[in-house]
């Protein structure tokens, strides 16, 4: 799987542009993705904040990974927050699939994208599914600049290090 993902964010948005990144619980369908570019970038194109447009940019990575970015230049206010959040339970609710389970965590694991509940997690890397090397996809970041050094990482640069570390002893 080519995970290079870098070159196609905007190199016109600031390091500190707000990323969010919504997981779906399953991989969309070829049909599916090509719609969704489209309903991104319509989103993108329209998306506002207190009247002024944001300057925004939005992509399906990996067939999973909803990923919208709003450059610092303008604000993004709670209301305008609130209207992505809409568009994103919009996507869920029209293609079946949860955007919102933050306790599904998604790693490449045999060159294809894995998504464990958190509570398998301990049970996968005492099975040797998992381990420090494995890549895990931190959705947690909020920034371009981490986007970029941080969403696909080891394991062990990861949040989720300790837990494995407590296993192995």
Same mark, same amino acid.
């Given at each position: 799987?080519?995970?290079?993902?870098?070159?196609?964010?905007?190199?016109?948005?600031?390091?500190?542009?707000?990323?969010?990144?919504?997981?779906?619980?399953?991989?969309?369908?070829?049909?599916?993705?090509?719609?969704?570019?489209?309903?991104?970038?319509?989103?993108?194109?329209?998306?506002?904040?207190?009247?002024?447009?944001?300057?925004?940019?939005?992509?399906?990575?990996?067939?999973?990974?909803?990923?919208?970015?709003?450059?610092?230049?303008?604000?993004?206010?709670?209301?305008?927050?609130?209207?992505?959040?809409?568009?994103?339970?919009?996507?869920?609710?029209?293609?079946?699939?949860?955007?919102?389970?933050?306790?599904?965590?998604? /790693? %490449?694991?045999? =060159?294809?994208?894995?998504?464990?509940? #958190?509570? @398998?997690? *301990?049970?996968?890397? $005492? +099975?040797? /599914? %998992?381990?420090? =090397?494995?890549?895990?996809?931190?959705? #947690?970041? @909020?920034? *371009?600049?981490?986007? $970029? +050094?941080?969403?696909?990482?080891?394991?062990?640069?990861?949040?989720?290090?300790?837990?494995?570390?407590?296993?192995?002893?």
């Amino acid at each position: 799987m080519n995970l290079e993902y870098k070159d196609l964010l905007p190199e016109d948005f600031s390091p500190q542009s707000k990323v969010w990144i919504y997981q779906s619980s399953r991989l969309f369908s070829l049909g599916e993705a090509l719609e969704l570019e489209t309903k991104i970038n319509d989103f993108c194109n329209e998306w506002q904040s207190h009247g002024d447009r944001v300057k925004a940019f939005g992509t399906l990575f990996f067939g999973q990974f909803i990923l919208l970015m709003a450059d610092d230049s303008v604000s993004v206010s709670g209301c305008s927050t609130d209207s992505s959040v809409r568009f994103i339970k919009s996507i869920g609710e029209n293609y079946k699939v949860d955007l919102f389970n933050r306790t599904n965590l998604a /790693f %490449l694991v045999k =060159d294809k994208i894995q998504v464990l509940p #958190l509570s @398998q997690v *301990k049970y996968a890397a $005492e +099975n040797g /599914f %998992l381990t420090s =090397d494995t890549l895990y996809f931190n959705n #947690l970041v @909020q920034t *371009k600049k981490e986007l $970029e +050094n941080n969403w696909i990482i080891p394991v062990k640069d990861s949040w989720l290090a300790p837990k494995l570390q407590a296993i192995a002893r």
